[in-house]
Nanobody
Framework: QLQLVESGGGLVQPGGSLRPSCAAS????????ISWFRQVPGKERERISC????????NYSDSVKGRFTLSRDIAENTAYLQMSDLKPEDTAVYYC?????????????WGQGTQVTVSS
């Protein structure tokens, strides 16, 4: 069974960058569509990015488009979310999720989350 572990969150100043990672074990990520979600207390979890099971397509929410990039490294069995030009409103717990499908669904497998705080 696939297991996911996020890391790489932290505290960063506005305008800064972070690159959280989502390390997989138990199976190869090849063939899994990977999502990154984020959640702020009191609000619904928001999907901000998806990469297809083939790794050839990605999409992003309007809130992060042009600033965040989702990628995956099959050899390392890890997905990454490169976050740039961070804003205070990006503060949230970030989760990765995987669906054994060509495109992202509701997430069959989830990580435990990593906190990202953007503050001066």
């Amino acid at each position: 069974q696939l297991q996911l572990v996020e890391s790489g969150g932290g505290l960063v100043q506005p305008g800064g960058s972070l690159r959280p990672s989502c390390a997989a074990s138990g199976d190869t990520l090849n063939g899994y569509a990977i999502s990154w979600f984020r959640q702020v207390p009191g609000k619904e979890r928001e999907r901000i990015s998806c990469i297809s099971g083939s790794g050839l397509r990605t999409n992003y929410s309007d809130s992060v488009k042009g600033r965040f990039t989702l990628s995956r490294d099959i050899a390392e069995n890890t997905a990454y979310l490169q976050m740039s030009d961070l804003k205070p409103e990006d503060t949230a717990v970030y989760y990765c999720a995987a669906d054994y499908a060509s495109w992202c669904g509701r997430g069959d497998y989830w990580g435990q989350g990593t906190q990202v705080t953007v503050s001066s």
